[in-house]
DNA sequence: CTGTATCCCATACGATACTG
DNA sequence: CAGTATCGTATGGGATACAG
């Protein structure tokens, strides 16, 4: 019989895994970033400031209530996003920049910039690649955050 | 009856949500960096220029054969990593970034500095909220893509 | 050496319905 | 208005075994 099961083996390899990334400041951060909706979120609070629930669904056409406050709460967990509570009739409920999550907006405008240069290329390139497949068409390009 | 099954109402509602989403650079680029291996891929070829797949996967600890190839495949279809195949005896295959590829190593770069500064400051802000709600130690910060 | 096939799990995301 | 609960799906990632 074996040292390990392969339950014990695959936690045990996890284990080190999370030990190994850890250590990654930037993956970590990447991780944060690569959600779906960070960046959308976070550009819109940068534009207007304070923003309540309801506005900010608004404003990120596509969104579901759940995960718009799911996205909202690990963004407030991550310190980049505060979240103010006024006791009102309907509860009023406001987000805004933290000051750690203004100084990521610089980040994001460098991806931004990048994005809106190159992102045609990468399109053109994926197109290329599966036209070596098959054929489909590659749609247009636009701007970022709009 | 309805106009729409249930099925099709969600796939009218995809395809208008990736509409959207297909305006915006920023998001698809972020979907590309915020793969886990991604930015570590990219980081080790840009210190070494050109790296055999075995090398990568003892360079990128924790990673499988399979999701290796899986992640080059990806950014090779971006068009960010080339691949060249050498016709030996048992095959030789290179990988090395693209012109594309450098260009987006500034803003890796740019993301690095922002994690190496201020991921500590989210961890802690991780630390804080969930003692919160329970007792939860923080790891220890490190240097990020070591 | 490089890559594929198979199976499995965890999680992000989404639809819907419901509460204070 | 803001948020939760529940359910379902899609996908990334990983273990293992195998092939060119």
Same mark, same amino acid.
């Given at each position: 019989? @074996?040292?390990?099961?392969? !339950?014990?083996?695959?936690?045990?390899?996890?284990? !080190?895994?999370?030990? &190994?990334?850890?250590?990654?400041?930037?993956?970590?951060?990447?991780?944060?970033? %690569?959600?779906?909706?960070?960046?959308?979120?976070?550009?819109?609070?940068?534009?207007?400031?304070?923003?309540?629930?309801?506005?900010?669904?608004?404003?990120?056409? %596509?969104?579901?209530?759940?995960?718009?406050?799911?996205?909202?709460?690990?963004?407030?967990? #991550? %310190?980049?996003?505060?979240?103010?509570?006024?006791?009102?009739? @309907?509860?009023?409920? #406001? &987000?805004?920049?933290?000051?750690?999550?203004?100084?990521?907006? @610089?980040?994001?405008?460098t991806v931004r910039?990048?994005?809106?240069?190159?992102?045609?290329?990468?399109?053109?390139?994926? %197109?290329? &690649?599966?036209?070596?497949?098959?054929?489909?068409?590659? @749609?247009?390009?636009?701007?970022?955050?709009?």
């Amino acid at each position: 019989m @074996p040292t390990m099961t392969a !339950e014990q083996r695959r936690a045990w390899a996890k284990a !080190e895994f999370d030990a &190994y990334m850890e250590t990654c400041p930037t993956s970590r951060l990447m991780a944060v970033l %690569g959600n779906k909706w960070t960046t959308m979120l976070l550009t819109r609070l940068a534009e207007n400031g304070t923003m309540r629930h309801a506005r900010l669904a608004r404003a990120v056409p %596509g969104i579901s209530a759940k995960v718009l406050t799911q996205s909202l709460r690990a963004l407030e967990r #991550d %310190g980049l996003v505060a979240r103010h509570v006024t006791a009102s009739v @309907p509860v009023q409920v #406001d &987000y805004t920049l933290t000051v750690l999550g203004e100084s990521l907006m @610089p980040v994001v405008a460098t991806v931004r910039q990048w994005a809106d240069r190159h992102m045609p290329d990468v399109e053109a390139a994926r %197109g290329a &690649y599966d036209a070596a497949r098959a054929g489909d068409p590659v @749609p247009a390009p636009a701007r970022s955050l709009g």
